[in-house]
């Protein structure tokens, strides 16, 4: 997935950005309201993790915006406004989760791992996919019943082909599922991650459609 991080806590924004890469996700960090503005009109993301207290606004408002302009953008809260009221509010703003500083980094990662599943419209955390059986809480593939390992990144191209079967994803929609606007990418860094891939999974689990890009093969 690619996150936008919008957190002007230096120190706890560096903590969340390690987290999520460490995750083998693509994290984009801005410290105020309207950076996080200008990232989300360049830039398609699949979550927006939101502080409440920012420097240039609140942001409860920028949430709301999102909402009455139709962005479906899933959006975790992450605030030191703790009380029930301040939930309510946020959640009726157009959250889909609250989650109270400070944290888990842990939980953080679950939490975001079960907003995007609910998105994807299949919360349940397992999935069978031909002689694959995916983990998609534990970040783990078995394939015939024995464990197959993944890298990080590895394991966040497989997951971008899981969560959108059948579709055809370009070379350029992966590198931004995987890497940050800021990031340098070699060109030939997808086709190195679909070999590996596709050496641990089965090649026919990966298809190629030559000059066009990748999609989950059939089970």
Known sequence: MRILLIEDDTVLGAAVRDQIAGDGQSVDWVTRLDA???AMA?????LVLLD???PDGRGIGFLKTLRARGDVTPVIIL?????V???IDGLNAGADD???KPFD?????ARIGSVARRYTGNPNPIISHGALEIDLAARSIHRDGKPVALTAREWALFEALLSRPGQLLSKAQLEEKLYAFDSEVESNTIEVHVSRLRKKLGPRFIETERGMGYRLGKP
């Open 36 to 38: 996080a503005g200008d």
């Open 85 to 87: 009221s301040d939930r």
């Open 105 to 109: 980094l842990s939980e953080l990662s």
């Open 79 to 83: 605030t030191a406004l703790d009380q």
């Open 42 to 46: 360049g830039a398609a993301y699949d």
């Open 52 to 54: 409440l207290m920012l």
């Open 98 to 100: 609250y989650l109270v």
